[in-house]
């Protein structure tokens, strides 16, 4: 497979994956670091993990949202990381347009949102302005900083394959060829893979789901309890085995 030269790469070397061996990442793994152009500029994982999400319009109902449910994560954010097999399609705009109407939520969370296509840094910015136009058509949202998340620029497939993002690529040669299918990932504050979610490129997803389920992942791990399906804030919780009736009354109180 063709790769970028090191006099191309704004990376050197070491951010090329010719001859590498990538990991198949699991629940739990430690995600992988990794540097990258973007939308927004040269952008790290690990940096981005380590800021806190910046606040979405706030008003004072926002910010008491985001205190009630421990948005401001201590030690950084919480990353919500996906990628959609290409720029300007109807189908991705739809996703990402989705993303971005719910990106205060993500933000009273404590979650940050990273997106990857295949593609220039350029094409991306084109694609962006592309959704914004597409949201202001809805008619319901007219903030004009809405889809301010990065989007990288995965020009040599690099991230792509790190995170398993791509699809069969069989004898593809060149990166052009290449696609990502709808991967998502939730990364916690300390780095681990807590969610992994994979989309054949002809299905859509919920980006509501991803809420719910970001939800559910902080609840479990303020309370140490378990979640049962559809679980929502406020619904009943399940603790778990190992913890006994009398303990469970002590800590939750009845019926929660």
């Not at 696609?179 to 859509?204: K, M, Q």
Request: aromatic fraction near 8%; charge should be negative; charged fraction near 25%.
């Amino acid at each position: 497979m063709r790769r970028r030269s090191q006099s191309e790469s704004p990376w050197g070397p070491s951010q090329k994956a010719q001859d590498k061996q990538f990991p198949q990442l699991k629940l739990n793994h430690i995600a992988p670091n990794f540097h990258a152009l973007s939308s927004h500029g040269p952008i790290e994982l690990y940096e981005y993990l380590s800021t806190h999400p910046e606040p979405y319009n706030p008003d004072e109902t926002t910010k008491a949202t985001a205190n009630a449910t421990d948005g401001a994560t201590k030690g950084g954010s919480w990353v919500v990381f996906f990628s959609y097999p290409m720029d300007s399609t109807l189908a991705c705009t739809t996703e990402v347009a989705s993303m971005a109407e719910l990106q205060g939520e993500f933000a009273k969370r404590g979650a940050k949102l990273l997106g990857l296509t295949i593609g220039t840094v350029e094409q991306h910015r084109d694609w962006m302005r592309e959704i914004r136009k597409f949201i202001e058509a809805g008619g319901t949202h007219r903030e004009k900083n809405l889809l301010n998340f990065p989007i990288i620029a995965d020009e040599d497939g690099y991230v792509s394959q790190l995170y398993g993002m791509l699809e069969d690529p069989g004898e593809a040669t060149e990166v052009e060829h290449l696609r990502t299918v709808r991967s998502l990932f939730v990364i916690d504050p300390n780095r681990h893979i807590r969610l992994i979610t994979a989309y054949p490129d002809t299905t859509g997803g919920d980006t509501a789901e991803i809420l719910r389920a970001l939800d559910a992942l902080k609840r479990s791990d303020q309370a140490g309890v378990l979640t049962p399906e559809g679980w929502t804030v406020g619904d009943e919780i399940v603790v778990p085995p190992e913890m006994t009736h009398e303990d469970a009354e002590k800590k939750f109180g009845k019926g929660r």
